[in-house]
């Protein structure tokens, strides 16, 4: 599971992440969003370890990020906003890179799977800087299930990625929650977070003004019943 209490964070007079506080149980997906310059993505990389806050706690199953990162990010997937996988390495040698750093057992078999989930499967042995925007994304989303995390933290993760390619993200994430993972994907597709998401936070300047489930969110908007997320969301956000 993943639990966050009161991140902080500030580049000198702005403060882009205000009291953050988040708990994603096991086999529960929570979707982040927010508008542009809302602090999601800088919260996300507090999360997981890349940029240190000033304040706050972040615990993986138990551990804590700060005092013990390497047995808190033993079970960690992290998808950044931009995909950058390893230049001079080949699709299937990516793969190999990851489920070896987290030593993955019978991932050979996942990893050829996820090729051909992802429609990848003859580009495995293509280095990857030769890959189109949208196949980058997709080696950094099959190096994020290769090695079966219990914790998935996604940014945008259908950037680049063609209808096929979204369908598969969603059913890959559904089947990982019914196995216990704990889920926290960022994205503007509200649809992506309606769907596989069941408590959802809005973010405005730095801040969650609003969490819970859709109903929970509708209630706070004073929607209608039958409000859609994407109404949900512009009522709270203009409030």
Known sequence: MLD?????KSFRKVRAVVDFDMHVGDGEAVGLVGPNGSGKTTSLRCICGIMKPD????????FDL???PVEAKRGLAYVPEIPYPIPYLTVWEHLTFIARAYSARGWEQRAERLLDVFDMTEKRDEYCTKLSKGMKQKVM???????????????????GIDPQGGYELKRLLKDSVSKGAS??????????????CTRMAIMSKGRII???????LRRQAAAGKDAS????FVKITEG
């Open 4 to 8: 966050v209490k009161d991140i902080s």
């Open 229 to 232: 997320f994407e109404e949900v």
């Open 66 to 68: 700060y005092k013990d």
């Open 141 to 159: 989303l099959m190096s994020a299930f290769v090695h079966e995390p219990s914790v998935i933290i996604m940014d945008e993760p259908l950037y």
């Open 210 to 216: 609003a969490f819970g489930g859709l109903d929970d």
């Open 183 to 196: 889920v926290l994907i960022s994205s503007h597709s509200l649809s992506l977070i309606e769907e596989v």
């Open 55 to 62: 304040s706050g706690e972040v615990r993986f199953n138990g």
